[in-house]
């Protein structure tokens, strides 16, 4: 019930494309629902995150969408450029005392120009 | 940069060796965190301090000896380590109570065990 599980584990996407990346969730306690971007040699950083009281966010070419009945979550990033090949891991907060991050195995993204 | 920063960045150890990985936090955030980055597997939360105070410890084994002596910095004791303890790990910090917001994280030690 803790787990979150992410898919595709790699993608390939054209430039200009469109790159979506899903993640599945079981613990309705999940509070919380960032993504996280992880270049080479450096640490994941927070790119955008969304609450279960909305269904959509967007910030510049980055969408989240969020399915609450379906416990269900997606990145979409609009007109794909190389420099957003990177790895991306959704995360969700809650479940826990402590209402600790569990993240997704992650997913390899290559934008192809 | 994200005000965490991670030393060293590499690491080579043989089993029988110990080392220390020492992270130090400029953001003025009250929680920290020791995470296990390996290939093809989710981060692996370790350990996690609120307040200088070890509030979690994800059945992490023995030879990893966290502490936590103030607000600002967090090391990684190593001991006895197997090869399959080669992995990126990586520290966060937080604020505004463990897990309320985000966490940044460092770059991370990338250790082999040999």
């Known amino acids: 019930q803790q787990q979150v599980k992410q898919s595709p584990q790699s993608l390939i996407v054209q430039k200009g494309g469109i790159s979506i990346i899903n993640c599945a969730y079981e613990?309705?306690?999940?509070?919380?629902f960032p993504w996280y971007q992880q270049f080479p040699g450096k640490g994941p950083a927070l790119l955008i995150a969304?609450?279960?009281?909305?269904s959509e966010k967007k910030e510049g070419r980055f969408t989240i969408s969020f399915n609450k009945s379906a416990k269900q979550f997606s990145l979409h990033i609009m007109d794909s450029q190389p420099g957003d090949s990177a790895t991306y891991f959704c995360?969700?907060?809650?479940?826990?005392?402590?209402?600790?991050?569990?993240f997704g195995k992650g997913t390899k993204l290559s934008v192809k120009p | 940069e994200t005000g965490v920063t991670q030393t060293p960045r590499h690491l080579v150890m043989g089993m029988t060796n110990k080392k220390s990985l020492k992270c130090e936090q400029h953001?003025?955030?009250?929680?920290m965190y020791w995470y296990k980055q390996s290939a093809k597997k989710p981060l692996e939360l370790m350990f996690v301090?609120?307040?200088?105070?070890?509030?979690e410890n994800n059945s992490v084994p023995s030879r990893f000896s966290p502490e936590c002596p103030n607000s600002s910095h967090l090391f990684l004791h190593l001991h006895t380590l197997q090869p399959e303890d080669s992995a990126l790990y990586l520290c966060?910090?937080?604020?505004?109570?463990?897990?309320?917001?985000?966490?940044?994280f460092g770059q991370g030690t990338r250790l082999t065990v040999v």
């Open positions: 969304i609450r279960p009281d909305v």
């Open positions: 953001l003025g955030h009250n929680a």
């Open positions: 995360a969700a907060r809650g479940g826990g005392s402590q209402g600790n991050l569990i």
């Open positions: 301090y609120s307040l200088e105070e070890r509030v």
């Open positions: 613990n309705t306690a999940f509070d919380y």
């Open positions: 966060a910090s937080s604020q505004g109570g463990v897990g309320n917001t985000e966490a940044f």
